[in-house]
């Protein structure tokens, strides 16, 4: 009987990042209907969302790519958000 030996290349380029919501900005409302509108939220869930203490954590574990899209969009409406990677537990 022989043995097989398998080798397996990892690719480590893909870390999940998270969209955090560090400051909803002069416009409230703005803010409310962008993220109302990432989520699939109505006004009234999304604003308890984005009033909850800052910062807050919305995007979990997605690429860079779609996190950043996600960040300009609320930066658009005012507010300070950042893409952030996920470190391993």
């Known amino acids: 009987m022989t043995e097989e030996t398998r080798y ?4 480590c380029h893909y870390v999940p990042h998270d969209l955090v919501l560090t ?3 002069p ?3 703005a803010v409310t209907r962008a993220y109302a509108a ?10 308890q969302a984005v009033t909850a203490t ?7 574990g997605l690429p860079e790519s779609d996190v950043l899209k996600l960040v300009h969009r609320l930066r658009e ?5 950042d893409a952030v990677p996920q470190t391993g537990s």
């Not at 397996?8 to 690719?11: G, N, Q, V, Y």
């Not at 990432?38 to 604003?47: P, T, V």
């Not at 409406?77 to 958000?81: H, N, R, V, Y």
């Open 54 to 60: 800052p910062p807050v954590t919305f995007v979990l």
């Open 23 to 25: 400051d909803i900005g």
């Open 27 to 29: 416009d409230p409302l």
């Open 38 to 47: 990432i989520a699939s939220l109505g006004l009234w869930r999304a604003k």
């Open 77 to 81: 409406a005012g507010a300070t958000a």
């Open 8 to 11: 397996a290349t990892l690719d």
